[in-house]
């Protein structure tokens, strides 16, 4: 497709070095050791991006991409950078931002339901064994078939109740459902909540085509997730980016080759997506990749080295900005080879050597030319940011966040009827039946006790006797008696559940 918007400028080397619009969904890698620039060169992407009117997502693991909502300048070593590769009358400017945070205290709250989240990403998030997902993954259907909606973490424990109430019979259908496997994940949970990661879980659930906005004037949004106190919970960071994205890429349609995306997606410190990943969840990550791109979206990993993402996924990867690498042990020379043999070859370049030699703020460029192909490796000094380098102050930050387009939408958490209630209720009307059915029986003994006319003792009719059914009959209409309640009120009558929230294969 003809190139139909000017190319992005990123660095300059020899000649000015330009990422192309419509190769940008071709996802890339921003590569380098800690402190050689990576960061920056992340906000100087997404304010190109911005600049066109493409809507970014990025997380802020360290606090310090928050300058990017406030005009730069001021800053000497920006000054320097723009008189050495002569950039003339840059210019400083703050690009539209959107700030977001899962405990709802550095942006506004981000929220999923579990049945949304599915049981293969929550068992990750909750670091199952393969029989404890195997439970998980039963309890989710158990709720599926009866119509129970899995909200938040309390739905969740209460189902888990449910089911290890009633392992027996539940067993001959589904399998086993051990008592040991239910404690691991009710402990699992305990542990989620500790970390606050239950603020994740409820409702209004996010709505990802808030992520795709524009300003007045043309610019997409850059979406910033506070990810520093997210990070502490490693498992809980990279598992949900990887819910966004495959959130995405359940939702949005097939877009084809476009002049520009319809959003990019950063996803920093990316070695944690694919630390101790299962082989299956790893193959639904490369094909979420893989097609993501003809749904307009483009993912660039951002991380220390290039090994940390395995060759399925980095071979989708065509715009590459590579900072310093440090080679000091074998296992780091290693990497540096295999990360030469990546770039397309420039006889001017000692890609292996050159590398190692890098400034911060300078990096080997190579990306994807308007035809489809990568250009020759490129040394080149990254362009600056026109936003600010580093972390905003709080006042700054809440004046964002009570000026997005979204503000107050999401801040009070909602807590409908699901399954927590329903099984709740359902538990309650047992209770009071069987008081009941217990004061009749004490009732009837004592009129069998009451003295006759005769001086005998008098009998009642013999009453209905009351049918015997088996504690699995009992247990499921009453079951489907809550479950058709749960269906025909405004819950709705279908539980979502994305590509990689599916349970064996099948979305609900």
Not at 221 to 236: E, G, Q
Not at 282 to 306: A, D, H, M, W
Not at 429 to 456: I, K, M, N, Q, W
Request: hydrophobic letters at 45%.
């Amino acid at each position: 497709m003809p190139e139909s918007l000017p190319g992005l400028l990123i660095g300059k080397s020899a000649a000015d070095v330009f990422i192309h619009p419509s190769m940008a969904n071709r996802h890339g890698l921003v590569a380098g050791a800690t402190g050689t620039g990576k960061t920056v060169t992340l906000q100087v992407l997404a304010e190109a991006f911005s600049a066109i009117g493409v809507p970014v997502f990025a997380a802020d693991v360290k606090g310090d991409l928050s300058g990017i909502s406030q005009a730069g300048g001021g800053n000497a070593k920006v000054d320097d950078r723009i008189a050495k590769i002569g950039l003339g009358d840059w210019g400083f400017h703050g690009s539209p931002v959107t700030f977001w945070d899962v405990f709802g205290e550095q942006g506004h709250p981000v929220r999923t339901t579990v049945s949304e989240v599915g049981p293969l990403l929550l068992g990750r998030m909750l670091n199952l064994n393969d029989t404890q997902e195997a439970v998980l993954t039963i309890t989710f259907r158990v709720a599926d078939e009866h119509g129970l909606l899995l909200l938040d973490i309390k739905d969740l424990r209460s189902m888990l109740k449910f089911v290890a109430d009633n392992a027996r019979e539940i067993g001959t259908t589904y399998g086993n459902v051990a008592p040991a496997s239910i404690g691991a994940i009710q402990r699992a949970l305990l542990a989620l909540e500790e970390q606050g990661g239950d603020r994740f879980f409820g409702e209004p659930a996010l709505d990802l085509f808030d992520f795709m906005q524009t300003d007045g004037n043309g610019r997409g949004v850059v979406n910033i997730l506070s990810a520093d106190r997210l990070m502490t919970s490693p498992r809980l960071y990279s598992t949900m980016l990887l819910w966004l994205l495959s959130e995405l890429f359940e939702r949005l349609p097939e877009a084809g080759d476009l002049p520009k995306p319809k959003l990019v997606f950063f996803f920093d410190e990316a070695h944690l997506l694919f630390d101790d990943t299962p082989p299956a969840l790893l193959t639904k990550i490369e094909q979420v990749v893989r097609l993501i791109r003809s749904k307009g979206v483009g993912v660039y990993f951002v991380t220390q080295n290039p090994i940390d993402i395995p060759e399925t996924v980095l071979g989708q990867c065509g715009n590459k900005v590579q900072h310093a690498l440090r080679a000091y042990t074998p296992r780091e020379q290693k990497a540096v080879k295999a990360m030469a043999e990546t770039f397309r070859v420039n006889p001017d370049v000692d890609v292996q050597t050159a590398v190692t030699e890098l400034a911060v703020g300078e990096a080997l460029v190579s990306l994807l030319l308007p035809d489809g192909t990568p250009m020759p490796v490129e040394r080149a000094m990254i362009v600056p940011p026109h936003g600010r380098i580093g972390a905003i102050s709080p006042a700054e930050r809440h004046a964002v966040i009570a000026g997005s387009l979204v503000a107050g939408h999401y801040e009070a958490a909602i807590d409908r009827e699901s399954a927590h209630e329903v099984l709740k209720a359902r538990a309650e009307a047992e209770l009071a039946a069987a008081e009941e059915a217990a004061r009749r029986a004490e009732a009837r003994d004592l009129t069998l006790s009451v003295p006759g006319p005769t001086g005998g003792r008098t009998r009642e009719a013999p009453s209905r006797p009351r049918t015997t059914s088996s504690r699995k009959d009992t247990m499921f209409e009453a079951f489907a008696k809550s479950a058709t309640r749960a269906m025909g009120s405004r819950v709705g009558r279908e539980i979502a559940r994305g590509v990689l929230g599916t349970i064996l294969g099948s979305k609900k």
